[in-house]
């Protein structure tokens, strides 16, 4: 996989990705909330600026989206840094264009929407799968956002969501374009080629010394080393301080039995059976509280519950079933039902229940006890809470402290480390654009690069990375950017030259075999004269099969070919990232058959449907655009 994506870095399937992770992210990202402002305005929007730091968090989470896609395949060579933030910034320029038009005709969201959304977000739910207000309130802490931010940006999202979906998914597609569809979805091209390997020509390339001091002249930005420093460190993780705090397996134990009720693995249920005598036009209040009274009299005087509810009960869910309406639990039933079911015992029969229906008479037949989780299946999770509620108890007070100490002392963090009892810790070397783990994070490298640590030589304001993490770092070292010597970067433009000049080569040697088949050559003869086969493919499919194993680029190019005329062949050439070249002949095309039931022809309808609403949606953001006033001020990466 890696391999395929290296030959594609270059072309459109790799960049189609990425440009939906970005787009995907931008127009719905719940971060925007969460940083202040930036020095630097990398494009505005009406007048609407956005920042530099804002585009370098959307960066990195378009880079993380990536990672979590390609797992160990992925490496962040196979992926521009200037096309990839590019990308980024359109994906926020678009999400403003959208804010903007939003806003201006006055689309809101109901409370309604908002509370579902909320309900469907699984980081919210408890152990049983359900919303937990206290889950809500814990999860937007640890993010550093209010309850009110969060709700703001979920209705922008609902509302980006439903703008998007009028427009997309309002495209009609007739039975006709359908089918139509299908057949060129289906069709298959007879195609033969040649390719020409770039390296066959790396062996007759010879590079001079003026061809390598002429490109090392020529593209000296290329081979200059960015500037790198290294900072020295304290932080006060609340985890990290949480973990340091121990309590006996007695006290864990202690705090279980005292708060049983936060570890139900099953409320109480009760099994129930009602009689049901309603209070409706013709029955009134006293007539329906006097039946059920001569009811309950009957059962008491020894009549058996079930038979009475099967003849007399008024419910036509439970009275072929004898009144049985099988396990509840509270929060299920009428409220004033629930109350009298909960208080009775069990094979007691209640007094007449008046609910919104009418009149019940109750009888709990078995009853489930409340179940708790057992204690060991929870003692971990309980040590963790008392560690780290024991923790919040000083973290507080040591980031507060740790604030005013290193700004106090702002020229070392060495007495500040000494005072507080906290190591010193150490960065690698890392640039301006960011690092590995805590130094991809902006705050921490916008913070190393600031004139404050950079120039000043002063400790960092305090950074909060989120509300239960914080970091103060100042210089420990810096390494200016320069020019790599010549003798370094030898090797390596003798390495890219033959590249290229190999697939000057090949691309060279197909232009000439082009020629050669259109004036009719046989080409099996054609290709022995550059020692290669010509390659008799047969019918291919517009999408692959399993085991197809050709180009996609081949694939894409023979699917633009025009329809051979007259019996005679197509013939093209192209050259591959990876430089190979390739010549091509189309001989012929083969529509697909039309879809072959109802149940097909709407799956493909609907395809072609969500195809033709992306466009409309597209073109939708393309009309925004022209519409609006923007200017982008994104400087080329420094290499």
Same mark, same amino acid.
């Not at 990290?240 to 864990?252: C, K, L, N, T, W």
């Given at each position: 996989?890696?391999?395929?994506?290296?030959?594609?870095?270059?072309?459109?399937?790799?960049?189609?990705?990425?440009?939906?992770?970005?787009?995907?992210?931008?127009?719905?990202?719940?971060?925007?909330?969460?940083?202040?402002?930036? &020095?630097?305005?990398?494009?505005?929007?009406?007048?609407?600026?956005?920042?530099?730091?804002?585009?370098?968090?959307?960066?990195?989470?378009?880079?993380?989206?990536?990672?979590?896609?390609?797992?160990?395949?992925?490496?962040?060579?196979?992926?521009?840094?200037?096309?990839?933030?590019?990308?980024?910034?359109?994906?926020?320029?678009?999400?403003?264009?959208?804010?903007?038009?939003?806003?201006?005709?006055?689309?809101?969201?109901?409370?309604?929407?908002?509370?579902?959304?909320?309900?469907?977000?699984?980081?919210?739910?408890?152990?049983?799968?359900?919303?937990?207000?206290?889950?809500?309130?814990?999860?937007?802490?640890?993010?550093?956002?209010?309850?009110?931010?969060?709700?703001?940006?979920?209705?922008?999202?609902?509302?980006?969501?439903?703008?998007?979906?009028?427009?997309?998914?309002?495209?009609?597609?007739?039975?006709?374009? #359908?089918?139509?569809?299908?057949?060129?979805?289906?069709?298959?091209?007879?195609?033969?080629?040649?390719?020409?390997?770039?390296?066959?020509?790396?062996?007759?390339? &010879?590079?001079?010394?003026?061809?390598?001091?002429?490109?090392?002249?020529?593209?000296?930005?290329?081979?200059?080393?960015?500037?790198?420093?290294?900072?020295?460190?304290?932080?006060?993780?609340?985890?990290?301080?949480?973990?340091?705090?121990?309590?006996?397996?007695?006290?864990?134990?202690?705090?279980?039995?005292?708060?049983?009720?936060?570890?139900?693995?099953?409320?109480?249920?009760?099994?129930?059976?009602?009689?049901?005598?309603?209070?409706?036009?013709?029955?009134?209040?006293?007539?329906?509280?006097?039946?059920?009274?001569?009811?309950?009299?009957?059962?008491?005087? #020894?009549?058996?519950?079930?038979?009475?509810?099967?003849?007399?009960?008024?419910?036509?869910?439970?009275?072929?079933?004898?009144?049985?309406?099988?396990?509840?639990?509270? #929060?299920?039933?009428?409220?004033?039902?629930?109350?009298?079911?909960?208080?009775?015992?069990?094979?007691?029969?209640?007094?007449?229940?008046?609910?919104?229906?009418?009149?019940?008479?109750?009888?709990?037949?078995?009853?489930?006890?409340?179940?708790?989780?057992?204690?060991?299946?929870?003692?971990?999770?309980?040590?963790?809470?008392?560690?780290?509620?024991?923790?919040?108890?000083?973290?507080?007070?040591?980031?507060?402290?740790?604030?005013?100490?290193?700004?106090?002392?702002?020229?070392?963090?060495?007495?500040?480390? /000494?005072?507080?009892?906290?190591?010193?810790?150490?960065?690698?070397?890392?640039?301006?654009?960011?690092?590995?783990?805590?130094?991809?994070?902006?705050?921490?490298?916008?913070? /190393?690069?600031?004139?404050?640590?950079?120039?000043?030589?002063?400790?960092?304001?305090?950074?909060?990375?989120?509300?239960?993490?914080?970091?103060?770092?100042?210089?420990?070292?810096?390494?200016?950017?320069?020019?790599?010597?010549?003798?370094?970067?030898?090797?390596?433009?003798?390495?890219?030259?033959?590249?290229?000049? /190999?697939?000057?080569?090949?691309?060279?040697?197909?232009?000439?075999?082009?020629?050669?088949?259109?004036?009719?050559?046989?080409?099996?003869?054609?290709?022995?004269?550059?020692?290669? &086969?010509?390659?008799?493919?047969?019918?291919?499919?517009?999408?692959?099969?399993?085991?197809?194993?050709?180009?996609?680029?081949?694939?894409?190019?023979?699917?633009?070919?025009?329809?051979?005329?007259?019996?005679?062949?197509?013939?093209?050439?192209?050259?591959?990232?990876? #430089?190979?070249?390739?010549?091509?002949?189309?001989?012929?095309?083969?529509?697909?058959?039309?879809?072959?039931?109802?149940?097909?022809?709407?799956?493909? &309808?609907?395809?072609?449907?969500?195809?033709?609403?992306?466009?409309?949606?597209?073109?939708?953001?393309?009309?925004?655009?022209?519409?609006?006033?923007?200017?982008?001020?994104?400087?080329?990466?420094?290499?």
């Amino acid at each position: 996989m890696l391999q395929s994506i290296r030959d594609r870095a270059q072309g459109i399937v790799v960049w189609a990705i990425v440009g939906l992770i970005i787009i995907t992210f931008a127009l719905f990202g719940l971060s925007s909330y969460l940083s202040g402002t930036a &020095k630097s305005v990398v494009a505005s929007v009406n007048g609407v600026e956005i920042s530099e730091r804002e585009l370098l968090r959307e960066y990195q989470n378009a880079q993380r989206r990536l990672q979590q896609m390609l797992g160990s395949n992925y490496r962040a060579d196979l992926f521009s840094e200037e096309v990839m933030k590019q990308q980024v910034l359109d994906g926020l320029i678009q999400r403003e264009l959208i804010n903007q038009e939003l806003e201006a005709e006055n689309y809101q969201v109901s409370p309604e929407q908002i509370v579902a959304s909320l309900q469907k977000i699984p980081a919210f739910h408890n152990a049983n799968g359900e919303f937990s207000a206290e889950n809500y309130r814990r999860v937007l802490a640890v993010q550093g956002m209010s309850s009110e931010l969060f709700e703001m940006q979920m209705a922008r999202d609902i509302a980006n969501e439903q703008l998007r979906n009028a427009i997309s998914r309002s495209s009609i597609v007739t039975d006709q374009e #359908g089918n139509r569809f299908q057949q060129l979805q289906e069709q298959q091209r007879k195609i033969g080629y040649m390719r020409l390997p770039h390296q066959r020509y790396l062996k007759k390339i &010879k590079i001079s010394d003026d061809d390598i001091n002429a490109y090392y002249q020529q593209n000296a930005i290329a081979f200059n080393t960015s500037q790198e420093v290294g900072v020295d460190y304290i932080e006060l993780d609340l985890a990290e301080m949480a973990r340091q705090i121990d309590f006996s397996e007695a006290e864990i134990k202690d705090y279980y039995e005292q708060n049983r009720q936060s570890y139900v693995s099953q409320p109480e249920q009760r099994k129930v059976r009602h009689i049901l005598i309603p209070v409706n036009a013709t029955v009134d209040e006293q007539q329906a509280r006097e039946q059920i009274e001569a009811l309950a009299a009957r059962i008491k005087s #020894g009549e058996d519950f079930a038979n009475i509810a099967k003849t007399e009960s008024q419910d036509p869910g439970s009275a072929s079933q004898g009144g049985d309406l099988g396990f509840i639990g509270l #929060g299920v039933m009428d409220k004033a039902f629930e109350q009298a079911t909960f208080q009775l015992n069990k094979s007691q029969l209640s007094q007449p229940i008046r609910t919104r229906f009418g009149y019940h008479l109750i009888e709990v037949t078995e009853i489930k006890p409340v179940q708790l989780k057992p204690f060991d299946e929870v003692k971990a999770q309980i040590r963790t809470d008392l560690q780290t509620e024991q923790a919040e108890k000083r973290f507080y007070e040591e980031v507060d402290k740790l604030n005013n100490l290193s700004y106090e002392i702002s020229d070392s963090l060495e007495p500040v480390a /000494a005072e507080m009892g906290l190591k010193i810790k150490h960065s690698p070397m890392f640039t301006a654009s960011g690092g590995q783990d805590l130094f991809a994070n902006p705050k921490v490298f916008s913070a /190393a690069f600031s004139d404050e640590v950079l120039n000043q030589n002063r400790n960092s304001e305090l950074i909060e990375l989120s509300d239960t993490h914080v970091v103060v770092l100042r210089l420990r070292e810096q390494k200016v950017a320069s020019q790599q010597p010549l003798e370094e970067v030898r090797d390596s433009i003798v390495g890219q030259l033959k590249q290229q000049q /190999a697939k000057e080569l090949a691309t060279k040697d197909a232009a000439a075999a082009l020629v050669r088949l259109t004036e009719a050559e046989d080409p099996k003869r054609v290709a022995a004269d550059y020692e290669q &086969k010509w390659q008799d493919a047969g019918f291919i499919k517009r999408i692959p099969s399993e085991g197809d194993k050709l180009d996609n680029q081949i694939r894409e190019t023979v699917f633009s070919l025009p329809h051979p005329q007259d019996n005679q062949a197509e013939f093209t050439s192209l050259t591959l990232p990876g #430089g190979d070249a390739v010549v091509l002949a189309l001989y012929a095309v083969k529509d697909g058959e039309p879809a072959a039931d109802e149940a097909s022809l709407q799956a493909v &309808k609907q395809q072609r449907a969500n195809l033709s609403g992306q466009i409309e949606y597209n073109a939708f953001l393309a009309y925004l655009e022209s519409k609006a006033d923007i200017t982008r001020n994104l400087q080329p990466t420094e290499e």
